[in-house]
Every structure is written in C-alpha cells, then in structure tokens.
C-alpha cells in the first residue's frame, strides 16, 4: 500500500513538474555570456557535398548576433550548428515533458518545444538536457517540410562556461532537383534526399570580449532569393 | 615541320581566322558581364538544395567557378569556331584552285595533309586556350578568387576544389578540353577532305556534333544504350578532373575513345587524300 | 626527219592510260620529249591533255602505263623528280589573300629554299616587279598568269609542263609569253611542254608536238616533218594565165582548185614545191607571186577528222 502510494505520489509530482523550468536552468547557467568567439572546424560526411574540412571564425553575441568570418568558402549549418544559448527560451515555447532518461552516464530528461508564436516558427524541438549540469546535449529537429536534423553536444570548459566543443549533426533533407528533365527510368518519381553527418568542432574560445556592433556589420551569408 | 610551318602560316594569313578568337572573346566578356549580374539568381540556382539547412559564406561566385561555367558550354560554340577552319584547310584549296599549285611540289601528298592536320590541330589547342586564358583572367578580375564548387545537377552533388589545387586542375581540364574538341576537328578535317568546298564539311560537322548531343542526352532507355558509341559522349570528360575524388580511371577511358576516334578520322582522310584523282 | 637518238629524252610515256568509270580519257599514250624541246601537245576539247598533263603532274593516278622522267620512274622517286619539274595546270589560281611575294616564297620554298633575290628577280623577268608586295586578289588575270610563270621559273626546273599558258592573255600578252618561252629553251635551256589550242602559236614556238584525240595519240613529230608529210596549198600570179593553167593541170603532183582575179590556187603533193616553180619558168611562164598556205591549223583539222593516214 505504501509502494503504491510512493508511486502514485511520484506520478503526481511528475505531473506537476513545470518541465520549462529545465529551460530556466539552461538560461541562467548562461546568462554571464554576453558573447564570445571562436575557431570553428567543420567536416562534411555527406554523400551530396564532397568537400574538405573548412575552417573559420564565429562570432556570437547574445542575444541573437551571429557572424562567420572565413577567408574561404564556408558552409554552415543554419540549424544546431552553434550555441546561441537564448534560443530557448521558455516564453517562446510551449514545453511538454517526455521522457526521464540516462545520457551518457548522466540524468537527463527529453523535452518537446512547440513554438507559441506558429507565424514567426514552427520548428519543433526534441532536447535532451543533462539535468545535472544543465547542459543541452541533443536536438532534434521534428519532421517538417520532410527535414530530419539531429545535433548531439560535448562540453569543455573555457573562462568558467561550460560551451561546446564538439556538434555532431546528422541531417536527412530532401535535395531541390533543378527543373526541367527528370529521369524517366519508371512511372513515378521519388525525390531524391540528402542524407550524412557533419561534425563542428569549436576551439580557442574567448568569452566575454566585449564584441561590438561593428563585427557584426556585414554579416550576411549570400543573400539567396 | 616546314610544311606545317606554311600550313600555320596560311591558316594564320586569312582574317577569318580571327573571327573564331574575337567571338570568344565577345562571349566570355558577355558572359561574365551578365553573370556579375545576375550574380545572385546564380547562386540560388546552384545551391537550391542546400540553402534551406546552411549557410553559405565566401567567395563562391569567383573566377574559377566563373571559368568552370563557361567551360560547360564549350561544346556548344567552340566546335563551330572550330569547324570554321578545320573544315575548310583542305576544301578551300580545291575551291580556290590552290591544290593544283600545292600537289606538284616535290612533298608527298601524305606530308601535305599531316601538315594541314597538324596545323588543324595547332588551330584548335590554341582556340581553347585562348578562351582559358580570357576566362580565368577576365574572371578573376571581376569575380575575384576563391575555391572552386562544382554543382553537378545530375548527379545532385557539390565538389569543393580548395583553391590552391584549382589552377592545376584546371590546366589537366583545359588540355582533357583541347583533346575533346581535337576530334571535332579531325571530323571537319575528314569532311574538308571529301569536300570540294567548306560549307559542306562545316554544316555537315555541327549536325553530327549537335545531333549526337541531342541523342546522348534523351534520358530513355534506347539512347543511353547508344550513348557510349557517340564521341560526344566523352567530350566532358575534362569536367572530371574537377570532380573529388578524381576518377582516372574514367578520364584514360574517355581520353583513349576520343584518342581512337582522332586516329581512325584521321586515317581515312589520309587514305582519300593521298589516293584520290584532283579533278578541280 | 630530224635524227633525235643522240638527244637525252627528258620525259617518257609508257602505255600511259587513264579510265573514268568506263570511258578511257587516255588510252596507251607513248610519248617522248627531248631536252631542250618545246613540246607542244595539241588536241580538241575533251581530247585528254589536261588529263595527261595531270598525270605527269602526279595530280591523276594512271589506269595504266608509267612515266619517266629524267630517266627515273616518277612514282618511285617523285620527290627526286619533281624537284627538278614545274608547271601550271589550267589557270594558274594563288593564295589570294596574300601577296605575289609571298605566294611565291611559300610555293618555292616547298621545293627548296628561296631568296628574296630569286622571288623578285622572276617577279621582273614577267614584269609583275613593281606588284610585288600586293595581294594577288587585286591582279588580273593576265598578271595571274604570268605570275603562274614566275612560279613555274622559281627554282629553275629543268622541265616545265604548261597547260594552255595564254589562255585569257591579250595579243600583247600572248606575245610575250611565247618570247618567254622561246627563251628559256634556248638561253635556259629548259625543256618544255606545252598544250595548247591555239594552233598559230604552237607554229610559231614547239619545235616537237603531239596530237591527241579521243585518249589517243594519233601523231608525234617535229613541227616541220609532220607537215612536211601533208599537200600544201599555193596561191600563184603567172602570166599568161591561160597557158599556166593547162600546163598545171597535165601534171600528176598538182590540184587546180580554182582560177581567178589572175590568181591560181593550187594543192601540191609534199615534196614538190621547189619543182613547180622550176616547171613554170622552163615553160615560159612568169611568175609573179608565189604564197604558199600550208598551216598547223590545216594539218590538226584534217588529221583530227581521221581523213590522213600518218
């Protein structure tokens, strides 16, 4: 009788728990990071995009400055490819609770981020955070529009921050075939997808530099229509 | 070599010779002028696929991508430049009454056309460099550098050629280039050589050339079967060395069938030439 | 005849035939040409000269037979042999958009090395000198032809084959070009073979000449003895005319072919020239004039029709 009642009790505080406040956590662990910059390091393993390792520098100022400087061509991620720690906020999203689980040797839990605001996103999240250092360790981007990303998370510590050394993002997207003659081996076509890996790794990270708004002028990737 | 010499000095006598090098000239500054641009259109265009899920920093519209688009159309006008000389180096001669003058000189006839052919193909390696040379230089001025990305639509996928292997590979290009359009020209040549006048061997060239890319390019069944047997279907085999990683394999394959093709066109012209009656 | 066995031949014909599909243009031509001749290969249109001459030219492949010149097989040694040969066939045609110059620096040069003194000292020798260094798109086409010469005189050949070389040329300009001719067989001794249709010219320059018809040699000779061989026509002044007319007509070597105005014309067998004369003035007869009307012109007419036998 005590068990069953220890288990409904826990039950009942599972109910209750506010699942945003894991958010919460996130943003205050972060909120002395103003904004930082460091060597950034990609590597594509995709079958679309044969390239070789690029090398750049990233610029980040919270709340949602960004900018990549490469003397070279540069790819990047525009999904889970860099931390912007005020990306997940909780007022922007609604937060459902999932699951309980064990990452990595540590406790975590999965949340599932809906936007509130449908017109400005409608990205839907899966994270697994590290409950015992408030660390967001996997994103998961939700099917739309067929796109499937998922970004895994290592940590190290630099001036105090705990910030990511290591994203691991496995993208599964659908290629946009140039118009005009498209096979014609069968009766119906199936679209052709991009599927593989591509791993960033951050270095040399300063934190706290102050960053003004002159490094960020300019800081448009190719304008594509 | 004192044949060829005369040959090439004849070749490079008649101003419509020239004709060939001004119009490339025109088409690359045209070219290049309505890429700048449309600069922005190109891009979408190219990186359609991936635009939704990266972000694409760089100089990607750079002088060497500029030159590799260019050079995708290389089969298009440069066999008709081409043609314009390779079809009419033996032809002319007999319009004009100059083989007369030339087959009752000491030289054998079968030294007479090796010159001429030799001198064809002279014509079009220095065509094609010519157009190399106005591409990468007009195109780095305008477009700046930068590494090179492949966009191949067909096959759905991007090549990244750091920049500091492009200009290498970019010469083993140019020259798989000039071996491709070489055999456009022992065609024409082969052509000139049955002819009585140019127009025929000219015309009769491009409708090989044209009709066989259009064949080579149905994407059914029946014309990819036929599409190992058309020439035109290794003429792109220069594309390959900016492909990652390279297939040589590929490239001797396609360099050797359109190595054959030069020999056997070649061959029967030298047979007609050397044998046959000069009525004109 | 002329006794020509101590002459070198410079070229020679064997059985030289040439078939197109199934009609001969040239049939089993035997054909000798002296050093220092100037042959003259006569024949109507279609006859097979140029078809001849372009054989020895090496522009046409023989059906049959074989060409020496100077004594060597011209297909087992042609570079050897026609480095010391030169011609034109039909109209001389050149590199039109370059200069006289320059056309002739690069025919010349196929055959060996030419100076710039060579090029302009043949330039004078036909008086295109002064045009040097113009493009031969702006010549006439007598300065055409006579630019063929030049080409033809460049590296000093010892044969030089010339197919129909005034045609399209003024009087003034045949004349001259037969001088040349005339003159580089004597001074140059060059030996030379010539087609043409102009019968008067050939009289007044081939030394030896051949007659073609229909693919078949059908005469080959000096100038002088082939017509030797043929009746002469004479146009005669004699008084009194009665007399010499019954005179004339008793003898068995003389036609009347008609008397009037006071004048007889007569056709006299050959060999019997000098005895009419010596006939008329024995039987007191004057002689007044003596023309007599004996052409090329005649002979190529009539032999060319098969009505003598040769």
Redesign the interface.
């Known amino acids: 009788m005590a068990g069953i009642l220890f288990l409904l009790s826990s039950e009942l505080i599972q109910a209750q728990e506010d699942p945003g406040r894991y958010l919460d956590l996130i943003e205050k662990k972060y909120s002395d990071v103003k904004d930082y910059m460091a060597d950034v390091n990609v590597h594509f393993d995709i ?6 390792d690029m090398q ?1 520098k990233l610029y980040y100022r919270a709340p949602d400055k960004m900018k ?12 889970g ?1 860099y931390f912007n720690p005020s990306l997940f906020k909780k007022k922007d999203f609604d937060v459902r609770f999932l699951e309980r689980l064990i990452y990595d040797g540590r406790k975590a839990v999965r949340l599932k981020l809906t936007p509130t605001d449908t017109e400005t996103s409608n990205k839907v999240y899966v994270l697994t955070i590290d409950t015992e250092r408030n660390l967001i360790r996997e994103i998961k981007i939700s099917p739309s529009e067929g ?1 499937e ?1 998922k970004a895994a998370v290592e940590y190290g510590m630099f001036n105090h921050f705990e910030l990511p050394t290591h994203i691991d993002l496995q ?1 599964d ?1 659908p ?4 118009s005009g ?5 069968q009766f119906g076509q199936k679209t ?1 997808r ?1 599927t593989g890996k591509v791993e960033i790794t951050y270095s040399n990270y300063k934190v706290n530099v102050g960053l003004t708004d002159e490094i960020f002028k300019d800081a448009e ?5 | 070599m004192k044949l060829f010499w005369l040959e090439t000095y004849k070749t490079f006598s008649r101003w419509r010779t020239y004709i060939s090098f001004g119009f490339i000239a025109l088409i690359v500054i045209m070219t290049e002028v309505v890429m700048k641009l449309s600069a922005d259109e190109i891009l979408y265009r190219m990186m359609r696929s991936f635009q939704k899920d990266f972000l694409i920093f760089g100089n990607v519209l750079n002088g060497w991508f500029i030159t590799a688009f260019i050079m995708n159309s290389l089969h298009i006008h440069i066999p008709f430049f081409i043609t314009l000389v390779a079809g009419d180096i033996v032809s002319s001669e007999a319009t004009a009454g100059t083989m007369r003058l030339l087959l009752i000189r000491p030289p054998s006839r079968s030294k007479i056309i090796t010159a001429k052919y030799l001198t064809t193909l002279f014509y079009t390696t220095g065509l094609v460099i010519f157009l190399a040379l106005i591409c990468i230089t007009l195109g780095l001025l305008l477009f700046g550098h930068g590494d090179l990305m492949m966009n191949y639509q067909s096959k759905l996928r991007i090549v990244f050629i750091p920049e500091a292997e492009v200009p290498l590979r970019m010469l083993l290009a140019f020259t798989a280039a000039v071996w491709s359009m070489t055999v456009v020209a022992s065609l024409a040549f082969l052509f000139s050589t049955l002819a009585e006048n140019s127009i025929g061997p000219i015309i009769g060239t491009m409708a090989v050339v044209i009709v066989f890319l259009v064949l080579g390019n149905f994407p059914f069944d029946f014309f990819r079967m036929l599409s190992p047997y058309l020439f035109t279907t290794y003429m792109i085999f220069w594309q390959r060395f900016l492909d990652d990683p390279i297939p040589w394999q590929e490239i001797a394959r396609s360099a050797l069938i359109l190595g054959l093709h030069n020999i056997g066109l070649f061959s029967i012209a030298f047979v007609v030439f050397t044998r046959k009656d000069i009525k004109s | 005849m002329q006794d020509l066995s101590h002459k070198e031949v410079v070229l020679r014909t064997v059985g030289l035939s040439k078939r197109f599909g199934k009609r001969w243009a040239a049939k089993d031509l035997n054909i000798e040409v002296h050093r220092g001749d100037v042959f003259c290969f006569l024949g109507p249109n279609g006859a097979g000269k140029s078809t001849t001459i372009r054989m020895i030219l090496t522009l046409l492949m023989p059906t049959a037979g074989s060409i020496e010149i100077f004594g060597i097989n011209l297909y087992k040694n042609r570079h050897a042999v026609l480095s010391q040969v030169c011609g034109i066939v039909e109209k001389p045609d050149f590199y039109l958009y370059l200069s006289a110059y320059k056309n002739l620096e690069i025919l010349g040069s196929m055959t060996r090395s030419v100076r710039k003194e060579e090029i302009m000292e043949v330039l004078d020798v036909v008086g295109l000198k002064s045009r040097a260094f113009e493009k031969v798109k702006t010549f006439s086409h007598g300065m055409k032809q006579r630019l063929g010469i030049a080409q033809a005189l460049l590296t000093e050949p010892e044969l030089i084959i010339l197919d129909e070389p005034t045609a399209g040329l003024d009087p003034q300009g045949m004349k001259e070009v037969r001088g040349l001719i005339k003159k580089l067989a004597s001074e140059k001794e060059m030996t030379i073979f010539l087609s043409s249709h102009l019968l008067s010219e050939v009289e007044l320059v081939a030394t030896r000449m051949a007659v073609i018809n229909r693919g078949e040699l059908i005469a080959q000779g000096s100038v002088s003895d082939l017509l030797d061989k043929e009746p002469v026509e004479y146009s005669i002044q004699v008084s009194p005319l009665d007399s010499a007319i019954e005179l004339l007509r008793k003898l068995p070597w003389v036609e009347v072919l008609s008397a009037e105005d006071g004048k007889i014309e007569l056709r006299v067998e050959p060999g019997h020239a000098s005895e009419l004369n010596r006939f008329l003035v024995s039987n007191h007869i004057e002689v007044l004039s003596f023309y007599p009307h004996r052409t090329l012109e005649d002979f190529f007419l009539k032999i060319t029709e098969g009505t003598s036998e040769i």
Do not use: W
């Not at chain 1, 079958?47 to 070789?52: F, Y």
């Open positions: 079958e679309a995009l044969k390239a070789p750049a990549v400087e490469s003397k070279r061509i540069f790819f990047f991620p525009k999904e490819g796109r990303i993208l997207i290629s946009d075939e140039p003659m498209k096979e014609f081996t052709k991009i990737p190719h304008r594509l229509k």
